[in-house]
């Protein structure tokens, strides 16, 4: 399987896990999404594991948030701590939490206010993660302040 196929699986995997849902079969519908994922690509995730190590990598994860314009400093402060929780969940390394500062660049994602980036040594790691119960409950938490339904970006970081 080839490199771009392989960075198409993983995009689809990031829709699929930061999609934002509103009931709790939606989101056991999502899970079951990624591990029918999972469990169909198990040669895939095998090969990308080997690429990590080969290239000596890890895997990058970004997500960009459009937060609604009308929340108030206490529910801007809410999402940060809801956020900041992703760092703790296990396999996750390097988490950044960080909002836009505009520099004058017209290139610039304006409608994204905030953005999360993290790290994994693994695919294991990055696949434990999006089924992780505190990923699902604090993305439930978020929903109802996001305008929009985050953005991803997903690549590889050669050490």
Do not use: W
Request: hydrophobic share 40%.
């Amino acid at each position: 399987m080839n490199k771009n196929n392989i960075y198409l699986i993983l995009f689809l995997l990031s829709i699929f896990a930061c999609k934002q849902e509103t009931s709790s079969s939606s989101e056991n519908e999502i899970e079951a999404k990624i591990e029918k994922i999972i469990k169909e690509n198990k040669l895939l995730k095998i090969q990308n594991d080997r690429l990590l190590k080969v290239n000596n990598a890890q895997l990058s994860h970004l997500v960009f948030f459009d937060i609604k314009e009308d929340i108030s400093t206490a529910q801007l402060e809410f999402i940060t701590e809801e956020f900041n929780k992703l760092g703790q969940i296990d396999g996750v390394q390097n988490f950044h939490l960080g909002e836009f500062e505009d520099i004058g660049d017209n290139r610039a994602l304006t409608n994204r206010e905030m953005i999360i980036s993290m790290r994994f040594l693994n695919f294991d790691d990055f696949y434990s993660y999006q089924k992780d119960e505190k990923h699902f409950a604090i993305k439930k938490a978020v929903a109802p302040y996001l305008d929009q339904l985050p953005l991803s970006y997903d690549y590889m970081i050669k050490k």
